[in-house]
């Protein structure tokens, strides 16, 4: 993950965090789960290249999940960005995160903008157990069911389909996910 990326991850989660006036990570990383797949079908673009994994209590984005609950192994540029703009609840409610300044909309297209929103309207309200079941699609119970040791990752092409991307649009994301691997 890019300087660039890393930085847009992290004013992701303050506009997050800026229009829900703080919340829990967990709901954070739905909101940009939800957000990240409906950008994916309507514009064949990701919003994050965050990988997001599936763990029993539904997709996160691994970079970032791993820096909001202070692995040792976390990208330790990203934890610091994070850091010295979120603020982590205390012992009794450590899970809450809450912003320290305004999202930086300049990292933010208008149309990511717009998915951000109504992903946080639609999900940022809704009770754990809710969240939890809509979060496990197909492509959840592919990758959290893999026979593979590891990460369980999920795959881009799988969330789109679970976003419900028309063919063409799975095919031009296809192109460009190949790109990308090319010129990495």
């Not at 800026?18 to 797949?37: E, Q």
């Not at 850091?83 to 012992?91: H, I, Q």
């Not at 991307?165 to 010129?183: G, K, P, Q, V």
Request: net charge negative; glycine share 4%.
């Amino acid at each position: 993950m890019s300087n660039f990326e890393k930085r847009k991850l992290t004013e992701i989660v303050l506009y997050i965090l800026n229009k829900t006036n703080g919340l829990d990570y967990y709901h954070v990383f739905k909101i940009i789960y939800f957000a990240n797949i409906a950008h994916l079908a309507k514009c064949g673009l990701r919003i994050t290249s965050d990988e997001f994994c599936a763990l029993p209590d539904g997709p996160v984005p691994s970079i970032l999940y791993n820096c909001i609950k202070e692995d040792k192994h976390c990208d330790k540029e990203l934890e610091s960005l994070i850091k010295e703009v979120v603020v982590r609840g205390d012992s009794d409610a450590y899970y809450m995160l809450s912003a320290k300044r305004q999202a930086n909309l300049d990292y933010l297209s208008p149309s990511e903008i717009e998915e951000l929103d109504k992903s946080i309207a639609e999900n940022a309200h809704l009770p754990y157990n809710t969240l939890k079941q809509k979060s496990h699609g197909s492509e959840w119970h592919r990758a959290f069911n893999s026979d593979k040791p590891g990460r369980k990752v999920m795959d881009v092409i799988g969330m789109s389909r679970d976003a419900m991307a028309t063919d063409n649009m799975i095919e031009y994301i296809r192109e460009n996910l190949e790109i990308e691997n090319a010129l990495s």
